[in-house]
């Protein structure tokens, strides 16, 4: 089982140092911590265990240190800043531990770059040695990128050239969308395998600045402390980010806030969230509360069963949303988000859960949302309807049932608070074609709606009453788990996101699309493929032929 | 093209490659010259620019038209391009295309790859010579003195020779990357040579001949493997390199046990006959034999580094295309090719050191390396000779290769010069018995006192045996006076 959890005390690739507004996030990878067997992480390489250390390193510097305006991200090895993904892993590793390993280290490079757009918290690339890769693509996603001029380090994107694959986690998209390298010079750059130094570095616009060794460490702090005086990042004191308790049975992994059930024979995973029940009073209180604060503490548990699901539980086609509480506890939950919105550690929160939705739209599994009677999808929680491929309701109440209706509800947080890869909200991305209906709904901001006028005004997909409930479910699943699982996961790709292409969509969509479609191919993992033949010093054979 | 094995003198720069034809890489080397004068004045060898040095100059690349010896001012030397013969019909003696014709012109497949192989071996020539351009002033001998100068010269020679091959084939990025080879410092912190074993000083006379019989024999293995290779252009230039690399090693091998021979002779006179009565040898003026070994064992270590990791991709990809082949690749019996077979590496497996059949393509640099090994050893056999003829008991060693290393596996742990692991802390402790003290290091300076009476020598060191181009053993090889 790959376990997503880990904490600074478990790492082995990565160090945490302070400096006041200062932390210096420094890769210096153990060859010998590699997550699997048959491979050493040589030279900075990095592989999933790698990148999951990454990852709760930069969400704990967001919760736990607030004090900190600049992140500085270094190499603690000689000569090397980091060389990318360990190719020997992804020539042993299966198609699907590749995707999802693409996909998740592209969500932990989105994750750095959102601290810099949206927390006060600015990455800083400091390179010495070469960055190449996935190396120079994790350079790129911070903000101000320095690269030491010792006339030997470089950076380098050599994947086509040197492994006949693409650069994995957004390194050409970042080219030409962040960087604004010019596409032609970016062509010279991705086919030459050593890469580009000094100052041409800086007029490709690869980097921002180069600076000699004997400058070095003095311009990186310079730079670091200016910066970090551009931040609005205010608060003094971090809350710990508790370890999340989950326990693991063979059909059950069960949060305090979620549970997931799964059934293999059907594939699949019923992810219920409970809703909260004591919420604090105001700032103080959520401040006290820390890591326990309901939407905190869910959107962790619900990111990590996404993930445990996504790398552990790769037959499990179908993922049915469910919820039970009291919606307008949930609608406490969020209001305390609206109110305090300015305050350093509700904005990290609201930005963990729009990450976490995001998570949801990146998952590659069918995405069904049940609305029954004791449900609470309300605000936040009713972005798991709208994030669904389909969400159905019930519509009255069940003979006996003395709990009342279904409901559904909207907050202020589901038109502005959680936006998806594409830049809009879950809602204007369901209504592009209807800004009627968008208008609409916000003006049913905290109306208590049932099934049929959910259906009405287009927030669900169907309603169903009690004679057709249980039939239609069932059918949706069954014929869902029947359709082709690839099919699927390109149809959904295709119909989550409308609209406007942003960085980050084109990063999953158009990259990752291709890459996956490299990966497949002779050409990479065939047996005189490139991966394959990786190491060997026997060189590829390709199939010439262009499709 | 001209007549191959002789010498174009006519024109600015000599060479058998027909330059006064090829205008566009006659313009760039001329253009690459002015820089190249500028360079070695300012970063040659110090305060001896003016005097007339007995040097050897190439006049043709047969078996006797290399060596012409006479007097020569250092920056008036003519640095030439100097290509041994082409042979008729030569194939790519190994890798994937092994059989097919040598190419006379650059891959396009594998560009980048000859670009970086010859820019790293080209940045190690004048490196040396940045590292040794104190040593003239304190040279035990003008006969030393003209060897330093013609190590010199000859790896400003070696430069030209690595300059013009990126000029003739790499367009732009090789006039480019010629430029920079200028423009890199030895031990410079902003601007660097490329290994680091290039970067480290050459701070007294033991220094300069342990460098030039270790990291020169490197240098040797390295054009050995490159004379191989399927470019044939690199082939030649690397042949013709090597003859004048042997008289490196012949600078190393001879100097080290003309140091050793007055030791054992001193010590013999003096009545000493523990090697270890370290005081007393040095009261006498000479350098003690344990400090030699200790001296050995640095740069022997540092040299290790040079061959690179256990276990390489890059070494793999360039014998499998056709580029560096291993040493003596002509006289070696197998396919050539090595996709299916094994060699034996030593690598650090669960904090010990273990002796594990590689995929041979993989273990390129440590085939090479094992091969660096047999060759240095030869070396210190004849040291040995020097010591079993003056009756001492001592012997120099290799240490293992584990000792003291930087790169590659063994950089994780301490050992001793017999390759057993020691804790940080017993490193610590018996450091300064395996490697060169600080104390050492000033002993060794404080001999370093020039000698430049024609014929005579400093204490510390023996005369050699002969003269160069047999000259008597008065002859002033340099002429500091004119």
């Known amino acids: ?547 | 093209m001209p007549e191959a094995s002789q010498i174009d003198y006519n024109g600015l720069i000599p060479n058998n490659v027909g330059l006064a034809e090829d205008l566009r890489v006659r313009k760039a080397l001329e253009t690459w010259h002015p820089g190249y004068i500028d360079w070695w004045k300012s970063m040659g060898p110090e305060g001896f620019q003016n005097s007339p040095v007995y040097l050897r100059t190439a006049v043709g690349v047969g078996s006797e038209g290399w060596a012409k010896f006479g007097f020569v001012r250092m920056p008036e030397y003519r640095w030439g391009i100097l290509l041994a013969p082409q042979v008729e019909g030569r194939t790519i003696p190994f890798g994937a295309h092994k059989g097919e014709p040598a190419w006379q012109e650059v891959p396009g497949e594998y560009r980048a790859m000859l670009r970086r192989l010859l820019v790293i071996q080209g940045d190690t020539e004048p490196a040396s010579v940045e590292q040794q351009r104190h040593l003239g002033a304190t040279a035990p001998s003008l006969y030393d003195m003209r060897n330093l100068f013609q190590v010199n010269v000859e790896e400003g020679r070696h430069l030209w020779a690595m300059v013009y091959l990126l000029q003739k084939y790499f367009g732009r990025d090789g006039r480019e990357e010629a430029g920079e080879l200028l423009r890199r410092r030895s031990g410079d912190q902003d601007s660097p040579r490329m290994l680091g074993a290039f970067n480290e000083q050459t701070p007294d006379w033991l220094s300069f001949f342990m460098f030039t019989f270790f990291t020169d024999r490197d240098g040797k293995m390295q054009l050995a493997a490159l004379a191989q290779s399927g470019f044939d252009p690199l082939s030649r230039t690397c042949r013709f390199m090597l003859t004048e690399e042997a008289h490196h090693m012949f600078v190393g091998e001879t100097g080290v046990a003309r140091v050793i021979q007055r030791t054992a002779e001193a010590m013999k006179a003096a009545g000493i006959d523990d090697p270890y009565d370290i005081e007393r040898v040095r009261a006498l003026g000479v350098i003690d034999l344990p400090t030699i070994q200790k001296k050995a064992n640095l740069h022997f270590s540092l040299t290790l580094d040079l061959f690179g990791n256990e276990i390489s991709t890059n070494a793999a990809n360039a014998f499998n295309a056709g580029l560096k082949g291993r040493y003596r690749e002509d006289k070696l019996t197998d396919d050539h090719q090595l996709t299916s077979s094994v060699y034996p590496v030593l690598r650090l497996r669960d904090g010990t050191i273990v002796n594990e059949d590689v995929p041979a393509l993989s273990a390129l640099n440590m085939r090479l390396r094992d091969d660096y090994v047999e060759d240095a050893a030869t070396g210190v056999g004849r040291w040995n000779r020097v010591l079993e003829r003056a009756g001492m008991a001592f012997r120099m060693i290799l240490p293992h290769v584990a000792f003291n290393r930087r790169i590659g596996e063994f950089s994780a742990i301490h050992t001793d010069t017999d390759g057993n692991i020691l804790s940080s802390e017993a490193w610590h402790a018996r450091r300064e018995s395996m490697l060169p003290s600080t104390d050492d290091n000033l002993f060794i300076a404080s001999l370093m006192r020039t000698s430049r009476q024609p014929g005579s020598y400093a204490g510390w060191i023996a005369p050699p045996r002969q003269g160069i181009d047999n000259m008597p053993g008065d002859f002033e090889y340099v002429r500091i006076s004119d």
């Open chain 1, 1 to 547: 089982m790959i376990d997503f959890q880990t904490d600074p005390t478990r790492y082995r690739h990565w160090k945490l140092s302070f400096d006041g507004p200062i932390a210096t996030l420094t890769m210096d990878v153990d060859p010998a911590g590699g997550l699997m067997d048959g491979y050493e992480l040589k030279l900075n390489s990095y592989d999933l265990g790698v990148d999951i250390e990454l990852a709760d390193a930069v969400q704990r510097l967001r919760f736990e240190h607030p004090e900190v305006k600049t992140v500085v991200l270094k190499s603690g090895k000689e000569n090397v800043f980091c060389a990318g993904a360990n190719i020997r892993m992804l020539g042993k590793a299966s198609h699907g531990h590749k995707v999802n390993f693409c996909k998740f280290t592209n969500e932990t490079r989105l994750s750095i770059e959102d601290a810099s757009e949206n927390s006060g918290q600015t990455y800083l690339a400091a390179i010495s040695g070469s960055a190449a890769g996935g190396g120079y693509e994790l350079a790129v996603t911070a903000d101000h990128i320095m690269l030491i001029d010792d006339r030997r380090s470089s950076v380098s994107l050599p994947e086509l050239p040197l492994l006949a694959v693409l650069p994995g986690t957004g390194g050409l998209t970042r080219l030409t969308d962040k960087r604004r390298v010019r596409r032609d010079l970016a062509d010279v750059f991705c086919t030459t395998e050593e890469g580009v130094r000094g100052k041409r570095a800086v007029q490709w616009r690869l980097v921002d600045e180069v600076v000699p060794p004997s400058a070095w460490e003095a311009k990186v702090n310079e730079r670091a402390l200016e910066l970090a005086a551009r931040s609005d990042r205010d608060g003094t004191k971090g809350i710990a980010l508790i370890q999340v308790q989950r326990t693991i049975s063979d059909d059950a992994i069960n949060y305090a806030h979620v549970r997931v059930a799964l059934d293999r024979a059907a594939r699949v995973a019923t992810i219920t969230i409970l809703g909260p029940s004591d919420l604090p009073a105001d700032l103080r209180g959520i401040h006290d509360t820390g890591a326990a604060f309901w939407p905190l503490a869910m959107a962790r548990e619900l990111d990590d069963a996404l993930l445990h699901l996504r790398s552990n539980e790769p037959s499990i086609g179908l993922i049915v949303f469910r919820s039970v509480g009291d919606p307008a506890q949930v609608l406490g939950a969020d209001s305390l988000l609206e109110q305090y919105q300015t305050d350093w550690l509700v904005r990290e929160i609201r930005l963990l859960l729009k990450r976490v939705l995001k998570r949801v739209d990146m998952t590659a599994r069918s995405l069904i949302t049940l609305i029954d009677p004791g449900s609470c999808f309300a605000g936040t929680l009713a972005e798991l309807v709208f994030a669904a491929d389909r969400a159905v309701m019930f519509a009255g109440s069940a003979a006996g049932d003395n709990r009342g209706p279904a409901t559904l509800h909207l907050s202020a947080l589901n038109f502005s608070a959680f936006p998806m890869g594409n830049g809009l909200s879950r809602l204007a991305n369901r209504f592009y074609g209807e800004p009627d209906s968008l208008n609409t709904a916000a003006a049913l901001i905290g109306e208590t709606l049932d099934a049929e006028a959910a259906e009405e005004h287009g927030l669900i997909t169907f309603a169903y009453d009690e004679t057709d409930w249980d039939d239609e479910v069932r059918l949706i699943l069954e014929e869902r788990a029947s359709f082709s699982p690839d099919a699927l996961t390109g149809l959904e790709a295709n119909l989550r996101f409308v609209g406007p292409e942003t960085m980050e969509t084109r990063i999953f969509g158009r990259l990752t699309a291709w890459q996956n479609w490299i990966f497949q191919r002779p050409n990479a993992v065939g047996e005189t493929g490139s991966l394959k033949r990786y190491g060997s010093g026997v060189r590829p054979d390709f199939d010439p032929e262009r499709v």
